[in-house]
């Protein structure tokens, strides 16, 4: 079973303020853990914010 777009915002809402997820389910831990990661990975490589085109 896929996860509806609504439950998928609440997940990425929950990985990008810090919160704890708070499921077990296996589809939505996936979910979150690739979030985080792609967060740790963007944030190491200072892939941050919008970029200036001044």
């Not at 077990?24 to 970029?51: C, F, S, V, W």
């Amino acid at each position: 079973m896929s996860l509806s777009s609504h439950r998928q915002h609440k997940i990425y809402l929950a990985a990008t303020m810090g919160y704890g997820l708070g499921s077990d389910d296996p589809e939505e831990l996936a979910l979150y853990e690739m979030i985080k990661k792609e967060i740790e990975t963007d944030i190491k490589n200072r892939h941050i914010g919008i970029q200036r085109t001044d």
